[in-house]
């Protein structure tokens, strides 16, 4: 096991610095240094820093992991019977998370809490059976014809629907006396207030997918429907928070039936004050993260990781794309912090979708 980990970190290298394992070089550059901090995790979705200290959410296992700089790690707080989604922390050094419980798979329950306390708790699921902040969305098929509603039917894909009750939160970022949250299944973005308060900052635009002929093949969808417009919902995966207080969002709409999703990912920038929300990337394949540079000549440089594509992709200031930054399978988180960037990779799984039996996840830290 310890042969395959090195070789596989050491084919990684080459590919973050640009250079296929096997190809031959008269100078070769030296990689950077890619190194596993922590394998005591499932399905490290979320990260999270404060100095040198790295915060984990494990979504299987229910815990909040803290990572200290020498490598020791500790649980901050287990949650049985839950899924711990998220994981963010304050400038005051506080610890926050968002959890789900599934019952049969349908969350019964969801909420944001912070680590060693009770106070400023919020129910996010009783939060969105009052607001549902989508509820005035129509998704499908907008003015379906006879032909086109009869084919989706058939094919057991809803013709139209209205942003129903549902919640399960994903992400939590500081957001000054306030915590950010995203709720994958809300397709909306959260305020959390000290007292538990929750509003809605921005229920996300719906996503639009022209069907093409050869969706229509794999879906056996009569050709009525080449070329019309399905909207489907935006599910935000992860939030970070701007300096100037704007909020960076990562999105990955689900796919026509069951086909891959493709490249149908973006990132939305959000003004709080002003409700604005604005594209500005595009073509991501399964977009899980992101992460951003807030200081240094590189202030506003992205890292997306992309799960469709095992990879995170680097974006200038300006959101454009730079390059392939590394490609690593199972990729789920990234972060930076202390000068470092983090990312996290899934526990291998069978094509059931379970975890392989004694493989775990694992974090890294690059640079």
Not at 269 to 294: C, G, H, M, Q
Request: aromatic share 4%.
């Amino acid at each position: 096991m310890q042969v395959k980990l090195l070789t596989t970190l050491a084919a990684t290298a080459l590919t973050v610095a640009g250079i296929t394992p096997g190809m031959a070089s008269a100078n070769p550059s030296p990689a950077p240094r890619l190194t596993v901090i922590n394998d005591d995790v499932m399905t490290p979705l979320q990260l999270a820093t404060s100095g040198t200290d790295v915060f984990v959410s494990d979504r299987i296992a229910g815990q909040v992991r803290k990572i200290a700089a020498d490598g020791s790690s500790a649980v901050l707080t287990t949650q049985p019977g839950r899924e711990v989604n998220g994981v963010g922390v304050d400038g005051a050094g506080r610890v926050a998370y968002v959890w789900a419980q599934l019952t049969r798979g349908t969350v019964t329950a969801s909420g944001l809490a912070v680590v060693g306390t009770t106070a400023g708790a919020a129910d996010l699921l009783a939060f969105e059976r009052s607001a549902n902040p989508d509820k005035n969305r129509t998704y499908g098929l907008v003015n379906a014809t006879t032909c086109q509603s009869n084919g989706l039917k058939a094919a057991g894909i809803p013709v139209t629907y209205r942003g129903g009750v549902a919640s399960r939160p994903v992400a939590v970022a500081d957001l000054g006396t306030d915590w950010a949250v995203a709720d994958a299944r809300a397709n909306a973005i959260l305020r959390v207030r000290p007292d538990g308060r929750v509003a809605t900052i921005s229920a996300l635009p719906r996503q639009p997918l022209v069907i093409t002929s050869a969706m229509a093949s794999a879906l056996k969808l009569p050709t009525c429907l080449v070329g019309a417009t399905y909207f489907t919902e935006a599910r935000p995966t992860d939030l970070a928070v701007m300096r100037e207080g704007l909020i960076l969002v990562t999105v990955a709409p689900p796919a026509l039936g069951k086909l891959d999703p493709g490249r149908r990912g973006s990132v939305y920038r959000i003004d709080p004050a002003t409700r604005s929300v604005t594209k500005i990337v595009a073509d991501l394949a399964a977009p899980t993260n992101l992460a951003v540079k807030t200081g240094g000549d590189e202030r506003g440089t992205m890292y997306i990781a992309e799960s469709g594509s095992d990879t995170i992709t680097k974006h200038g200031p300006d959101a454009a794309y730079m390059h392939d930054a590394l490609t690593l399978p199972g990729i789920l988180a990234v972060e930076i912090g202390a000068g470092h960037l983090y990312l996290t990779t899934d526990v291998p799984r069978r094509a059931n979708g379970t975890p392989e039996p004694g493989q775990t996840g694992r974090v890294y830290r690059l640079f």
